[in-house]
């Protein structure tokens, strides 16, 4: 049982080692994410992020700008989940001890 | 054939730390080492979209003063950078919650082991 | 965490490091536009310095600073800064989100600015508020020494 877990991890490594030969280098100027237009002529995303952000919004960090405006939506539903995620760890945990002192009276 | 390798890889060795991950998810008995094997595999995922942003001679994405906006060869693609800003924390939160259900686990059948638990959970189900 | 004996040298090096790590992460905040750094890195920054002095110094003294109940409810005024904003920039005339509709300066482009540093002060106070409440509820079943 064990030996067929270790040849279907080999074939997936396998299949991705062979789906990497189709990717551009790694770097390239020239591939289709990096371009500063798109193949039908519009400008692409990130050139308009580069190329806007100092008038648009007087600051120099692009990243800081496409985090909090230009896709500022995405990270208020990001927030929610941290938010989420600590209220989980909270329910989770703390009802055990008024469960243990309920116990032990 | 060498242009091949320098551009490419990168890929290969990203695709080992996937494999290594998925291994400890996978073929691994105690439930701590499967969340550390999940947490490699995210750290894969992120690493292999930030490298993939990347640009031969460029600067990073905060404005120069010297070199102006108008050329966007210059810098490299900042969109990677900030989905992966997003992909890390959420990755945190899932650890943290990982951790409390494993704590909530030992005190309900106190033990780790997956085959145990199974046993466990089938003759004392609750 | 347990603590069996009293160790000076650590006792001493984390409470003089401490605080220059919580400068640090503030500093790391407030200048996002200048250069990499903004709302999650700071937090998780601040976070750091709050669990070191838990960790060096044990359970009584770790919380006086940060005390164990202020968790959740600083995690939840993070979030309301956040929404906030947004819901500030709706009711005075635009869309929600849209930071140039608020009135700190008269310039839309200088809005914007103020605006992305208040919802990066929000994003910080969560941050940091959610990652020491996740630290205290798992330690909490710990026998106190």
């Known amino acids: ?105 | 054939m060498s242009e091949f390798l320098v551009g490419h890889y990168f890929y290969w060795f990203v695709f080992l730390l996937m494999a290594i991950g998925l291994y400890g998810i996978v073929l691994k008995r105690n439930l701590i080492k499967k969340v550390i094997g999940m947490s490699i595999f995210q750290v894969a995922i992120i690493l292999f979209f930030v490298a993939s942003a990347s640009k031969w001679g460029a600067t990073v994405p905060v404005l120069d003063p010297k070199l102006g906006a108008a050329d966007t060869a210059k810098y490299i693609n900042p969109l990677p950078h900030c989905l992966m800003l997003t992909a890390i924390v959420v990755g945190v939160a899932t650890s943290g919650v990982a951790f409390a259900l494993i704590i909530s686990i030992w005190r309900r059948f106190k033990t780790l082991d997956e085959s145990e638990l199974l046993e466990k959970m089938k003759h004392d189900p609750d | 965490m347990t603590q069996n004996e009293d160790d000076p040298i650590i006792t001493l090096i984390s409470s003089i490091v401490a605080p220059f790590i919580m400068l640090f992460g503030l500093y790391v905040i407030f200048h996002g536009h200048y250069s990499p750094g903004g709302g999650f890195q700071g937090g998780t920054l601040l976070a750091a310095g709050i669990i070191l002095l838990r960790l060096a110094l044990g359970s009584e003294l770790g919380k006086k600073q940060f005390p164990s109940r202020l968790g959740t409810p600083l995690g939840s005024l993070g979030v309301l800064i956040y929404y906030g904003t947004g819901l500030a920039a709706l009711l005075l005339g635009g869309t929600f989100l849209n930071y140039a509709f608020i009135p700190f300066t008269r310039l839309a482009s200088h809005n914007r600015y103020w605006g992305i540093l208040s919802i990066e002060f929000g994003v910080g106070l969560a941050v940091m508020a959610v990652l020491v409440a996740i630290y205290d509820d798992l330690l909490e079943g710990e026998p106190r020494v």
């Open chain 1, 1 to 105: 049982m064990k030996v067929v877990s270790y040849l279907i991890l080999a074939a997936f490594c396998g299949l991705l080692i062979y789906a990497s030969t189709g990717f551009p280098n790694r770097g390239d100027a020239r591939a289709v994410y990096n371009r500063p237009a798109s193949q039908a002529g519009t400008p692409n995303a990130p050139t308009h992020y580069i190329q806007k952000s100092k008038e648009e919004m007087n600051t120099d960090n692009m990243v800081t700008t496409i985090l909090a405006d230009y896709r500022g939506y995405d990270t208020l539903g990001e927030e929610t989940v941290i938010l989420t995620a600590g209220l989980i760890c909270f329910l989770l945990l703390r009802k055990e001890k008024e469960k243990n002192r309920h116990d032990s009276k």
